[in-house]
């Protein structure tokens, strides 16, 4: 593709044309399509100014959100609240704590403990994914099985009814104690909108927890223990994720905790080591659905608030 930042108003036009096929969008009239075309001029422009200017550790790419102002991204696709509860720095029930010894790199994906990557689409509930994740992890690695397990069975029987417009992690966790399981993902389909809570019997549950833990807040090392040991659900700032397609998002980001994901291993890529973590917006999006945030900064929150508030089931 040639630099946008020397495309006529024609070739942006076929561009935008081009992608809309892609993803099979349509306006509602010519005056919503020109407003959209702008947006996405922008965004395109931004893409090409990052990738080019050739100083970054990651690289930018276009996808689904392109005609997305960064504000309507964030409202529509991270919408968790932070936790209701507080966390204390110095949890001396951290069953992780005495663990020293880490290994160098871990990538769960390579152990058979992370499912597929999943599509929330427009409804809010990235804190469903966030906590199903997690708890697939775990039970894969207690159990040796992989299963899918269902965001929607959460977020239509929820007790707190945390919705499409936001919820918090550790009340997906909750209802999943409280509930005594999960069903999967088979048995109770995701549907994209948040409906009536169905399917909620004993026999169709697939998973169980006993409860949740936190991991101490601002505390890397702690946060490397316990990935160490099972997947960990985080809250994010995800101001600079909407184009985020590869290599380790490095620089400054904030720590407006509106999104949640689950870190599924830790490594190092041209000396700058990262988290990896495992998103619900698609394959389209990002390094095949996953993103690399740095670790080890030097401001204790940890990269995006990474470290401020994790969370992982107990089973």
Request: hydrophobic share 35%.
């Amino acid at each position: 593709m040639a630099s946008s930042l020397s495309y006529s108003e024609e070739s942006m036009s076929i561009e935008h044309e081009r992608w809309m096929a892609q993803h099979g969008f349509s306006y509602e009239n010519e005056k919503v399509k020109e407003a959209r075309f702008q947006i996405f001029k922008d965004n395109l422009e931004h893409i090409e100014r990052h990738n080019q200017e050739g100083k970054h550790t990651y690289k930018l790419g276009m996808n689904k959100f392109a005609d997305l102002t960064n504000e309507e991204f964030l409202a529509k696709y991270a919408r968790s609240s932070v936790p209701s509860f507080k966390v204390s720095s110095n949890q001396s029930f951290f069953e992780y704590k005495v663990m020293k010894d880490v290994s160098h790199s871990l990538d769960w994906r390579d152990h058979n403990v992370v499912t597929a990557i999943k599509d929330q689409t427009g409804c809010g509930c990235c804190w469903a994914f966030t906590a199903v994740a997690a708890i697939e992890g775990i039970e894969a690695i207690r159990s040796g099985k992989l299963t899918q397990l269902s965001e929607q069975h959460i977020l239509d029987c929820n007790y707190e009814h945390d919705g499409c417009k936001g919820g918090t992690i550790d009340h997906a966790f909750e209802f999943v104690r409280k509930n005594r399981g999960l069903a999967s993902d088979i048995d109770y389909p995701y549907t994209r909108i948040q409906g009536e809570c169905s399917n909620n019997k004993p026999s169709s549950l697939s998973s169980n927890i006993i409860g949740f833990s936190a991991v101490p807040s601002d505390n890397e090392s702690a946060l490397l223990a316990a990935v160490a040991n099972q997947p960990i659900a985080v809250y994010l700032d995800a101001n600079n994720f909407q184009f985020y397609k590869s290599g380790v998002l490095t620089g400054k980001c904030g720590t407006n905790l509106t999104h949640g994901a689950t870190i599924v291993g830790y490594d190092e890529e041209d000396g700058v080591k990262f988290w990896l973590l495992k998103n619900s917006w698609g394959t389209g999006w990002g390094d095949n659905g996953f993103i690399k945030l740095q670790r080890n900064i030097d401001v204790k929150e940890g990269m995006c608030g990474i470290a401020m508030f994790p969370l992982y089931p107990n089973v």
